[in-house]
């Protein structure tokens, strides 16, 4: 009874503890699992000894009868798991590089053991060498509405290899560090036919899933050491004995990681009421306004066209060079950037990093899908994002690299990895993940889904896209939206706002290029201008002409045709611009479902040029080449190029002949 | 010889590109979709761009060092200028040991590179200040800017050793120009000191005129490639000089 007692207590301190508000006001999300850990990390041995009590809400109504953990870190326990068998590395030469998560104990609210009925098991690849997900049958069944509530105590090896998470000499990037449920799914969620648990294995080509949890962390760290992490700072306590403990409180966000390291500088910056801390090394002293320039842009401009940035904190961390593995990598509220000391102002990879890690927060942080089974549609939609914003604050064309020689527009570098990929129809987007063929991962995850968006937006317009993404958010922030779900939200609000302009949804789209293979390019095959003779004499009688040919007089007549044609399989609405040699432009539509298309135009004036898609909006377009013609070549731009790589060279030969 | 293979690549390049608009990006600076729409035929440029180039430097090395030759040759006291047999004869008595030479003095170059600037700043490299170009405006790289005088003029006082002398052994005449100018550092070093300064000024003011120039127009361009040939022919003016002034330093000192 006594013990029955206690639990209750400790049950009813940890839950009130997990509704308090102290983040953010009002809770943001279901808070289906919560977790409390105290984490000790030991320097030498390279270890994090944690102490954790978490909590899973069965908040389906199915009777479950067990728990799902991720322990992400074992995939660097050796050569055979599942991450280094599809990436064909390995973690390090020795044990000591090698990073792995065991559970000392671990027992139900009631005390039951639970270890006994843990299990490893591989629902993806059967492989029996992989231990990345747990699974415990629980003694009883959770029934609908039950809270299971786990108490642990475990210990991560950080691997040497630092592959997000690991550390190097004193420098800690502690990720996927504890065993972490996976997430229940009941029937109907993210069109799942039957409920379960989606609970992947860790692999080489993939991301994470996770619900919006509460997080209160303590981690004990030897004095000297910086700590950075995805919560707030709550308070920092020296225990005398050369160590401190920081107590953090995170909530509604989906994963928890944490950084500790005696070298960072830390500054700190404000956002409206958020306050942004960065952690760097001095050597990145100089980057450190254009971090803070970048994530406010970021801030700014997803606040204005997809919604509010909830948190009040924002932690982000640029790696020192020995710890780069670790960057480039998001939690929510904390993400780590990349750079490299001395990178000149005109490269702006550096913002590119931090902007695109900053979005996160929404796509994949807020907006929670699953990572491992749809990719796209966190890194796809971040990295349109991510485009828009540099290339709006950095200079149109020049988002990428901003020099006089040389300007690249973020969206360009993007689709130009996609138009220049052999396998860009190998797979479709509705594959998972690790199943990519062919190295194809990046490109389909980032490269393709955010052309396509590009080339959305240049179809309905880009304030019709942030219409349709400030509803995304309304409708699924602090949820698991689908790549459906997110179609859906197309489909509701374009009719929306424009009626049947687009059809009665945007399945036509969606289905060609994102579940398709089909690739985009449109063409001008030829322009004839036929000269017909004068005007005097002439007569139209059924839309023929009728001429008396007097080829003397200057007001002949000229019947011209432009002649286009579609090559891809993909079938889009393209705009056609036609200009005539009096100045005059014609804009036509073309809706591209027709293999060829021909213009016809009869009148006193030639046709000097004709563009599809004059505007380069269409990015799946594998060919701008072909977009255009023009009846007198302009070679000056290829003569000015080659003048300043002739002047360049012989500017180079110059200093190597002394 | 630039031009004869950048000619061809240009009209190369407008073949992939036909009668394209796309040629309005180039102008604007989106290099990089028309590269990524050029498909093979940009590999096919660029591979030959590598290939090309790389004949030119090595003909240009052998043309520099022929020439090299005959301008030495030709500044000396005892020559009559304007003789171009004399400008021929010692471009080609002196041609295999001024390669040599030549060959020894990038050698060193390279090896004195690494050592004064490459190593520190791999060690440094965790502590390069915030400045973002700390590496080239660092210490090391200062103290090679002041050597790089030092290098030349033991090159040229080799090379006019060489000249006026019977023997053509490289070696020996290195090992010449090494002694002649560590006889008379300070005089030689702050005599070549002006021409190093018009360098650093012409390298300047041809970079940035090759840089920020954006002709629009047909004469635009062709006004470029001529100030390109100026620029060119400016730089063999300001090389002749300062054989020249090592010339006169060793006839007056040796």
Known sequence: ?658 | MILLFAVPLESAVKNILGSSMITEKISEGFLLDVISNSGAGFDVVFSSFIAGFSIVILLGILMNNYFAGGLFGSVRSASRPGKSSVFFGNAGSNFWSFLLIYIMFFVAFFILASLIIGIPAVINWESISENPLGIIYGWPVIAFLFLIPVLTLILDYSRAWQVSSDSKNAFKATGNGIKLLFKRFFPSYFAILPVFIIYVLYALFAATVIIYSKPTNGSGIFLLFVLGQILAILKIFIRSWRYGVVTNLYETYY
């Open chain 1, 1 to 658: 009874m006594k013990h029955l007692l206690f639990t209750l207590i400790l049950l009813f301190l940890y839950i009130s503890d997990a509704i308090t508000q102290i983040v953010v006001p009002v809770p943001l999300s279901a808070r289906l699992t919560g977790y409390k850990i105290d984490a000790v990390l030991d320097p030498d041995e390279k270890i994090v000894k944690g102490k954790m009590e978490a909590f899973w809400v069965n908040n389906s109504s199915d009777i479950v009868p067990d728990i799902r953990l991720h322990m992400y870190l074992n995939a660097f326990n050796s050569n055979k798991t599942t991450f280094f068998k599809e990436s064909g590395g390995t973690p390090g030469s020795g044990r000591k590089d090698f990073g792995w998560i065991r559970i000392r104990s671990l027992k139900e609210s009631n005390g039951t053991n639970l270890v006994p009925s843990m299990k490893f098991i591989s629902p993806d690849d059967g492989n029996p060498d992989d231990k990345t997900v747990l699974q415990v049958i629980l003694p009883k069944p959770a029934l609908p509405g039950d809270t299971v509530f786990i108490f642990s105590e475990f210990e991560s090896k950080l691997p040497s290899r630092i592959i997000r998470t690991g550390y190097a000499d004193d420098f800690f990037f502690v990720g996927q560090w504890f065993p972490k449920f996976g997430v229940y799914e009941s029937a109907g969620m993210r069109n799942r036919l039957t409920g379960g648990w989606n609970c992947h294995q860790f692999h080489a080509n993939s991301e994470f899933y996770a619900n919006h949890s509460v997080y209160d962390v303590t981690i004990t760290v030897p004095t000297g050491f910086v700590v950075g992490s995805g919560g707030m700072t709550l308070s920092e306590k020296d225990n005398g004995d050369s160590t401190k403990t920081v107590t953090i409180r995170a909530e509604d966000i989906v994963d928890f990681a944490w950084t500790a390291w005696p070298g960072y500088n830390v500054y700190t910056d404000r956002w409206r009421n958020v306050n942004i801390i960065l952690l760097c090394p001095p050597e990145k002293k100089g980057l450190v306004q254009r971090h803070f320039v970048a994530v406010k842009n970021a801030l700014e401009y997803l606040d204005a066209n997809v919604g509010p940035y909830p948190w009040p904190h924002l932690t982000f961390v640029d790696p020192p060079v020995k710890g780069l593995g670790a960057g480039g990598m998001e939690y929510t509220t904390l993400f780590t950037t990349a750079s490299v000391p001395g990178v000149p102002e005109y490269m702006l990879s550096p913002e590119s990093v931090t902007v695109h890690e900053f979005g996160h927060a929404y796509f994949m942080g807020i907006l929670a899908s699953n990572e491992f089974e749809e990719p796209w549609l966190d890194e796809g939609v971040n990295s349109y994002w991510e485009q828009r914003i540099m290339d709006h604050y950095y200079g149109n064309g020049a988002g990428a690299i901003n020099h006089p020689l040389l300007k690249v527009s973020d969206r360009s570098t993007a689709r130009s990895d996609y138009v220049t990929s052999p396998s860009k129809q190998a797979v479709t987007n509705a594959e998972y993940s690790w199943n990519y063929p062919h190295g194809t991962y990046t490109i389909m995850s980032y490269r393709k889904p955010a052309a396509m968006l590009h080339t959305l937006a240049g179809i309905i317009g880009e304030e019709t896209m942030n219409e349709v993404f400030r509803e995304y958010y309304r409708k699924w922030a602090f949820k698991h939206p689908s790549g459906k779900d997110f179609i859906e939200v197309f489909n509701t609000t374009v009719p929306r706002l424009h009626g049947q302009k687009y059809g009665t949804d945007l399945n036509w789209f969606f289905d060609q290029t994102l579940y398709g293979t089909g690739i985009c390019d449109y063409k001008v095959i030829n322009i004839i201008n036929r000269k017909i003779g004068s005007m005097e004499g002439a007569a139209s009688i059924d839309d023929s002409i009728e001429v008396f040919k007097n080829d003397t007089k200057d007001d002949s007549l000229y019947s011209s045709v432009v002649q286009l044609q579609r090559d891809g399989e993909l079938m889009l609405p393209v705009e056609i611009l036609v200009r005539f040699d009096n100045g005059e432009e014609v804009t036509e539509q073309w809706d591209g479902k027709t293999r060829v298309k021909d213009l016809k135009y009869t009148g006193t004036h030639k046709i000097e040029w004709v563009k599809i898609d004059p505007e380069y909006k269409n990015m799946m377009d594998i060919n701008y080449i072909n977009n255009s013609m023009i009846i007198d070549t302009d070679e000056k731009p290829v003569r000015i190029l080659f003048n300043k790589l002739v002047s360049i060279m012989m500017l180079f030969l110059n200093f190597l002949f002394v």
